[in-house]
């Protein structure tokens, strides 16, 4: 007899709402396993939202992927950080909360057997998951998620937005309601000048429960078949101490990279290239792994003529009296993600709905050779967020802890290179308005000399960075290539087993992925308890109208030329 009802594999985003919604029913027996560590309240890394660099690349934090060399990347392999710990990537990701467009929604649902993922019907399940302030029918109140809005006092954030009117772009009072297209102040998952990650917002309630168990420090080498039918997982500790544990069913929350990892080591996938490897093949799926996504940023530098930046703030010296601050004050620079305002753009006249998402910091990072020498700069994130590019993830050998191979193919093809120099001279436009001339000290990244299509692309080809928006590699469908089925979140030919997190989007939403991970993970905790979904909630949004629509000219791009 299983022991559990639900084991659920993986403390990330949609792990932990996945915990706290299973177990309000207090007959369902749930084991959450964590290859990471406790998010202790004490961690000033993951709880200060200005420190979030900080976690990123340490290994008690961070898996530490990386990306094969990527061909169109000047053979570079990428960093591909990924949250180690419980709330996975949610305790130390940059903390804007963005729901992507609602016709990412449409987009899937427009996909056989998609129905009901349209905007109509995921909408209730991200009100469900929110505590905003913003009181409208498209925001929720009262939810986990307590979001706050970014205050953006700082004098460059005024610049920067009225920047944007003066190159002709729209303003919008939410990203997440009626219009995303446009500029505006940003949500924040922060409560009380605190990181506020899954783990917080989910998964610390419901460890009180009597039917959750929660164990960190421990690793899915596999999941136990009998025929088709999961029966448990195969476990790891720290010492490489094995162990099986039963469950009624096992749902596989560990992310877009270990997800299709962990199905592929337990002879779920692609069947030549599994036994290739010495795996037993439980079921022939080959689309596990594939359908690879991600967004690629850059950040467009200037130098800031006035002492108003933060940059004084990246200063080891005042690293105290900001703690302090922070600690004590609840105030201070050591409050905020910085993250406080940017917006979404259609980057030429055939695009329907935004392609590009750009973010606004009062600060310039030390990111190129070419990066602001002095203490004052400001930079502006930048890249595609809804590129045709498809990579995979591989597993390498049957051994667990083998990292697997993991592709995006950024930049192989027309649409992505089109729209990546068409973001780079969005983002040229905007910073160059006369709203900035008080404080432009001049273009540092990339800098003057940084001017055909072919300069940027080599630019961008030599310092793009992963945006750690991953997604797709398990995508939901009933196609051939799918992975999930979208009614129940069920592996194909398979019982017993489901995925549930950002694997499973078919296309990547058009922002940050927080949001989203946690709506699927509400929406799919209704299909596991076979409770009835929320009923469709059916809001007017905006939708461009382009009623003469002309080819794309990234040579001649010019936002007053985007209606």
Not at 51 to 71: I, K, S
Not at 139 to 158: C, D, H, K, M, Y
Not at 434 to 460: I, K, M, N, R
């Amino acid at each position: 007899m299983a022991q559990y009802d639900y084991v659920i594999v993986g403390a990330g985003s949609a792990g932990c709402v996945l915990a706290n919604r299973l177990t309000a029913d207090r007959g369902v027996r749930v084991l959450v396993l964590e290859a990471g560590r406790p998010d202790h309240k004490a961690d000033v890394l993951i709880h200060m939202p200005a420190a979030l660099p900080f976690p990123m690349g340490r290994a008690m934090y961070d898996w530490r992927h990386q990306t094969e060399p990527e061909p169109h990347l000047r053979g570079r392999k990428l960093k591909v950080p990924a949250g180690r710990l419980l709330g996975g990537s949610s305790s130390m990701n940059g903390m804007i909360f963005q729901r992507g467009n609602p016709m990412d929604y449409e987009r899937w649902a427009a996909e056989p057997g998609m129905q009901d993922w349209d905007y109509a019907h995921v909408l209730p399940y991200f009100r469900r998951s929110e505590d905003s302030l913003t009181d409208t029918p498209f925001r929720g109140r009262g939810g986990p998620v307590t979001l706050e809005r970014g205050r953006a006092a700082n004098p460059l954030f005024g610049a920067f937005l009225q920047a944007t009117v003066e190159a002709g772009y729209p303003t919008t009072e939410d990203v997440n309601g009626y219009r995303q297209e446009g500029f505006g102040r940003f949500d924040r998952n922060i409560r009380s000048t605190r990181r506020w990650s899954a783990a917080r917002a989910y998964l610390h309630p419901a460890m009180r429960r009597p039917n959750l168990e929660v164990r960190t420090g421990v690793t899915v080498t596999r999941v136990l078949f009998d025929g088709t039918r999961a029966t448990g997982v195969e476990i790891a500790d720290r010492r490489g101490n094995r162990e099986q544990i039963m469950g009624g069913e096992t749902v596989i929350s560990a992310g877009t990279i270990k997800s299709p990892q962990i199905l592929q080591l337990s002879g779920i996938g692609d069947a030549d290239r599994l036994a290739a490897l010495g795996v037993p093949v439980v079921h022939h799926l080959p689309g596990v792994g594939e359908n690879l996504q991600d967004h690629l940023e850059v950040m467009v530098q200037h130098s800031c003529t006035q002492p108003v930046s933060l940059g004084p703030t990246s200063s080891l010296k005042n690293a105290p009296w900001i703690g302090f601050q922070w600690l004590f004050l609840h105030s201070g620079p050591g409050a905020t993600n910085h993250f406080e305002a940017g917006g979404f753009v259609r980057s030429n006249p055939d695009v329907t709905y935004p392609n590009v998402m750009l973010q606004f910091l009062p600060i310039a990072s030390r990111s190129y050779e070419s990066s602001p020498s002095d203490r004052h700069g400001y930079q502006l994130h930048v890249g595609p967020v809804c590129s045709d590019a498809r990579g995979h993830v591989r597993i390498r050998s049957a051994n667990p802890a083998a990292a697997p191979a993991v592709r995006f193919n950024f930049l192989s093809t027309e649409q992505d290179r089109r729209e990546w120099i068409e973001s780079v001279r969005i983002a040229r436009e905007i910073l160059g308005q006369s709203a900035f001339a008080q404080y432009d000290g001049g273009e540092a990244a990339p800098g003057p000399a940084v001017q055909t299509d072919e300069q940027v692309l080599a630019w961008v080809a030599e310092h793009a960075v992963s945006a750690m928006h991953y997604a797709g590699s398990c995508r939901m469908g009933t196609g051939g290539d799918a992975v999930v089925d979208p009614a129940s979140m069920r592996v194909h030919g398979t019982d017993g087993l489901r995925v549930v997190d950002a694997s499973i989007m078919p296309n990547v939403t058009n922002a940050n992925t927080f949001a989203p991970v946690v709506m699927i993970a509400e929406k799919a905790a209704d299909m596991i308890l076979g409770r009835t979904p929320l009923p469709a909630q059916h809001e007017p949004y905006h939708q461009h109208r382009n009623t003469q629509p002309q080819p794309a000219q990234p040579t001649e791009l010019s936002a007053r030329h985007i209606a």
